[in-house]
């Protein structure tokens, strides 16, 4: 029998041997360790006692990056009966599903669309014992037929993935998360584990409210730090420039995080076209299923690849070697952002997470949701260390860091290409409009027959690696501000300055 000399997990530790023969791991994290005695504890298989096997339910709070699907997936090789697995996405089950395949576990995934064959084939697997694990998502599961054929077999697990889902989705539009409370009072489930990599405490609340009705579960936290990731905030003018340019030197593969579909596929075809590559492609929850699918797997095996998505993308699947992460939008929360940013280094080496952040994100936007949009807000605008911020919003303390542009003295004071243009307005006032400033600033070469040809100005080129469009967006971006001026008289109508002293 082989020696396992790390203090604590003796070779008499059936758990240990349990991971190895099932997973070829030869030791647990001491969070691991706890959570799946406390949830084997729960339900009558660990007989040691003490503080290991406290039984219960449990929230348990780790990083990304820590093993926290280990926590249910070596319990559900051991218990008896079946282990129900919550996701809010079809990604997510898919992916859970390839690890479990690969691991030899035996799982099916219950999700909306299934013919009743299938469901009927699934149902037969779980009620014979063929099946130890399934996974599913809160609509699938709360509906009445899946509920009542769960209950009739009997549920020994019940696990929340991501679940500070039920607190950011379930009070805005996935309802069916108000719904876990209920359901898992119908199930009856041996143990409850929720899983999530953040938490603040009002995220916590909201999960205890919803899931664990009120009553107060143990709770396993570790330090949500990501030592590896470096964080950057980057200001911009024109963030389709912005994340060109970042992209050209960017390390690979690289995840660009987008507020919306729209963004996400339009981010795609610019940066196909700006940046000369084919390996690009955008990702979010209006793809059918094949679609989605051909996406994760070419993603997932690419080594250079550029993937534009929404938060449909993301949580939980495991590309462990993504080196960059980039918000091309403000998340809506910090929760949002450390899960998202969290995607990059899984497999322990550097990675860079990058917020672009422009002007245009602090004016007039209500922040309703009791102020987490304005924390992000505050953690672009912030001058202090930028991990000792996101971290102090959950309750957790960095003992040091290496990783971010504040720390590291790289922090970008002013947006690129800011300078270029009030210094060409500068030299050149009330002569062009801003469409000829673009023009000229970009070197394009309809500035060279402007009146004569301009390619000898001053000024000439300052943002050669530009398109036209996004240099006139950054100049009606700095007019906005009230670092330009627009001239509205006759003499000069239309023409640029820079602004007076007092404007």
Not at 194 to 208: H, N, R, V, W
Not at 461 to 476: C, F, N, Q, R, V
């Amino acid at each position: 029998m082989e020696k396992d000399t790390r203090e604590g997990e003796g070779p008499a530790d059936p758990v240990v041997q349990k991971a190895r023969e099932i997973f070829g791991i030869q030791y647990l994290y001491p969070y691991q360790r706890l959570a799946v005695h406390n949830i084997l504890g729960a339900c009558g298989l660990w007989e040691d006692g003490g503080a290991d096997a406290a039984p219960g339910d449990q929230i348990i709070l780790l990083p990304t990056g820590a093993g926290k699907s280990l926590c249910f997936q070596l319990p559900a090789a051991i218990l008896p009966g079946i282990t129900v697995v919550i996701y809010p996405l079809l990604s997510l089950m898919s992916d859970q599903k390839r690890r479990l395949d690969g691991a030899g576990i035996a799982s099916r995934v219950l999700r909306g669309g299934q013919e009743r064959a299938e469901r009927e084939a699934i149902w037969g697997e779980l009620a014979c014992g063929k099946v130890k694990l399934l996974i599913t998502n809160p609509e699938t599961l709360g509906g009445r037929e899946a509920l009542a054929r769960c209950a009739e077999i009997g549920v020994t697990h019940l696990v929340v993935d991501e679940a500070h889902c039920i607190a950011e989705w379930g009070l805005s539009f996935r309802p069916s998360y108000l719904e876990l409370g209920r359901i898992r009072g119908e199930l009856r489930p041996g143990t409850t584990t929720a899983f999530t990599a953040t938490a603040s405490a009002p995220i916590l609340e909201g999960i205890i409210a919803h899931l664990f009705n009120g009553v107060r579960p143990h709770i396993i936290a570790g330090n949500p730090d990501r030592p590896n990731i470096s964080y950057k905030v980057l200001p911009v003018l024109s963030r389709d420039e912005a994340l060109a340019e970042v992209l050209r030197q960017a390390a690979k593969p690289a995840l660009v995080f987008c507020a919306s579909r729209k963004g996400a596929e339009m981010s795609a075809r610019y940066l196909r076209r700006r940046l000369g590559s084919l390996g690009i492609f955008f990702y979010h929850a209006g793809l059918e299923r094949e679609e989605k699918k051909a996406v994760e797997q070419w993603f997932f095996a690419s080594g250079d690849g550029v993937l534009c998505a929404t938060c449909a993308y993301g949580m939980g699947v495991d590309k462990a070697d993504i080196r960059t992460v980039i918000h091309r939008d403000i998340p809506p929360s910090v929760e949002a952002y450390l899960q998202e940013s969290g995607r990059g280094g899984r497999d322990g080496k550097p990675s860079t997470a990058i917020l672009l952040c422009g002007s245009g994100d602090f004016r007039g936007r209500p922040d309703g949701d009791g102020g987490r949009r304005a924390a992000m807000l505050e953690y672009a605008r912030g001058q202090s260390c930028r991990r000792d911020f996101l971290l102090s919003l959950l309750g957790a303390q960095a003992e040091s860091c290496e990783g971010c542009d504040v720390c590291d003295g790289s922090a970008e004071k002013s947006p690129r290409g800011e300078k270029a243009i009030l210094d060409f307005v500068r030299k050149n006032p009330r002569r062009f409009t801003s469409g000829e400033a673009a023009l000229i600033l970009c070197g394009a070469k309809r500035a060279r027959s402007l009146d004569g040809g301009y390619a000898g100005l001053r000024g000439f080129g300052g943002l050669s690696s530009w398109e036209e469009a996004g240099a006139a967006d950054a100049i009606e971006e700095l007019l906005r501000q009230g670092k330009l001026r627009r001239h509205l008289g006759f003499l000069f109508r239309g023409k640029l300055s820079p602004a007076r002293r007092g404007d």
